[in-house]
């Protein structure tokens, strides 16, 4: 069985700030994990996923995540945030089949 | 820059009434996906489709659902006889192979509100 896991659902950092979202997952087979955001009243957008090639994952707008196997983790950062990344955040694991499993969603808010 | 399209953006039924939800994936793709999310809740896996047939579905989709490619370009969602729970955001995706190593591109989603 797979599932994530993301702490915080509401993260507020204020503009030039680290930006810190965190994921576990859970997997009996080698995940691919996946983070996607959603802008108001749009679709989800992939940021990044890990697919084994390499443990340090970057995306796109500056963002990037690291699979830790032994934390189970695939943290989302960007060291700046700016208004602009005001959004919902999903983290997702893949793998098994052929659906994504996604995680409750972190809703980041930039403060100016 | 090609995307999935969903229609409407927002649907009202009343219990009991049929409700199509509807979704032009992008051209050149072969896998279709429905997800949705209730308010508060993950977003949840319903069905995977190809080849115009069912490829995978979740415990979610129960007799009530059915999905369908009619035209070669549509690709819908039918709830047979609407519950109040089933009140929730409803995503399409689709994708150019097979996931999960490879990218599913998501639509804005239909808001549909059973009253």
């Known amino acids: 069985a797979q599932s994530v896991t993301q702490l915080g659902s509401h993260v507020s950092v204020s503009e030039g700030a680290l930006v810190l979202l965190r994921c576990n997952y859970s997997?009996?087979?080698?995940?691919?994990l996946f983070w996607y955001v959603q802008y108001p009243n749009q679709g989800l957008q992939l940021l990044l996923k890990?697919?084994?090639?390499?443990?340090l994952v970057k995306g796109i707008n500056g963002f990037e995540a690291e699979f830790k196997k032994s934390e189970t983790s695939f943290h989302l950062t960007k060291p700046s945030a700016h208004m602009s990344d005001a959004a919902e955040y999903f983290c997702a694991v893949g793998g098994a089949t052929n659906k994504l499993i996604f995680g409750t969603g972190t809703l980041l808010a930039v403060q100016p | 820059e090609p995307e999935v399209t969903q229609t409407p953006s927002h649907q009202v039924t009343q219990m009991g009434q049929e409700v199509i939800l509807r979704c032009v994936p992008i051209?050149?793709?072969?896998?279709f996906y429905w997800y949705r999310q209730i308010l508060g809740q993950k977003v949840e896996f319903l069905v995977s489709f190809y080849n115009n047939e069912i490829s995978e579905k979740s415990e979610i989709f129960d007799d009530q659902f059915s999905v369908e490619r009619p035209d070669g370009s549509n690709f819908t969602l039918k709830i047979r006889s609407t519950k109040l729970e089933d009140s929730a955001m409803y995503f399409c995706a689709s994708g150019v192979e097979r996931s999960p190593n490879n990218e599913q591109f998501f639509g804005p989603g239909t808001r549909l509100t059973v009253l």
């Open positions: 997997s009996s087979v080698p995940p691919y």
């Open positions: 051209s050149n793709h072969l896998y």
């Open positions: 890990y697919t084994s090639a390499a443990t």
